[in-house]
């Protein structure tokens, strides 16, 4: 059975999705896995929780080295990482604070404290980031938006995704055609992610109206 066959048998709309994207590893062995990592970070609806084990069962079965499968996937996650703090970096935060002024409920002000917090946390954001699905990728738009130096930014994201990507990988060569358990427990991780989004998007926008509420209160009165 070859790793796209694997892939194919969750019966998943995720593992139909991650069919085509991982079927590079029975074409180009470890590099596709690589590339594979590299497209999920460009487009988090790809999961890595999906695709590495795959790797792991690949190099279970003997198409690369676990050694291969690991390595790949970490300069995988480096690349599409550097691709996406690229386009933060063509951002910048001029481009930022002149969007937030013509946007209701948020302000220059809100760019310029999230700019600070990262100028004082952000290795910690993008090492910590890896670890938690939808973030791993994003957490390298505004680390290129604050023009992390290149060379910190690449080690904080490759560490933290050789310790991601090992784990996982692992889990996929231990539990051999079992890897679909990995994919059912991070579903829920992700679920629990977005809704935690939603929740803090709510909230900020409610706190805001309530501001704005008092402030034209407090003119009215004045």
């Given at each position: 059975m070859t790793t796209t066959e694997a892939a194919a048998g969750g019966g998943s709309w995720l593992s139909a999705l991650v069919d085509?994207?991982?079927?590079?590893?029975?074409?180009?062995?470890?590099?596709?896995?690589?590339?594979?990592?590299?497209?999920?970070?460009?487009?988090?609806?790809?999961?890595?929780?999906?695709?590495?084990?795959?790797?792991?069962?690949?190099?279970?079965?003997?198409?690369?080295?676990?050694?291969?499968?690991?390595?790949?996937?970490?300069?995988?996650?480096?690349?599409?990482?550097?691709?996406?703090?690229?386009?933060?970096?063509?951002?910048?935060?001029d481009r930022l604070r002149w969007i937030a002024k013509r946007l209701p409920l948020i302000s220059a002000d809100d760019v310029d404290r999230t700019v600070a917090w990262f100028d004082r946390h952000g290795g910690k954001a993008v090492f910590f980031g890896r670890f938690v699905p939808i973030f791993r990728s994003l957490i390298s738009i505004p680390a290129g938006v604050v023009r992390m130096p290149v060379w910190r930014f690449a080690l904080y994201t490759a560490a933290g995704s050789v310790i991601w990507n090992t784990i996982f990988i692992l889990l996929g060569w231990y539990l051999g055609s079992g890897w679909h358990i990995v994919e059912q427990y991070m579903d829920v991780v992700q679920n629990v992610v977005i809704v935690a989004v939603v929740v803090a998007v709510v909230w900020f926008v409610v706190v805001r109206l309530r501001a704005l509420r008092k402030q034209r209160r407090a003119a009215a009165t004045d």
């Open positions: 085509h994207v991982v079927g590079l590893m029975d074409v180009i062995g470890p590099y596709g896995a690589g590339v594979a990592i590299a497209a999920e970070n460009l487009f988090p609806p790809l999961p890595s929780e999906a695709i590495l084990p795959l790797a792991g069962l690949a190099a279970q079965r003997g198409s690369f080295a676990l050694w291969e499968a690991i390595v790949w996937t970490t300069v995988g996650s480096v690349v599409g990482a550097l691709v996406l703090y690229g386009i933060g970096a063509w951002f910048g935060v």
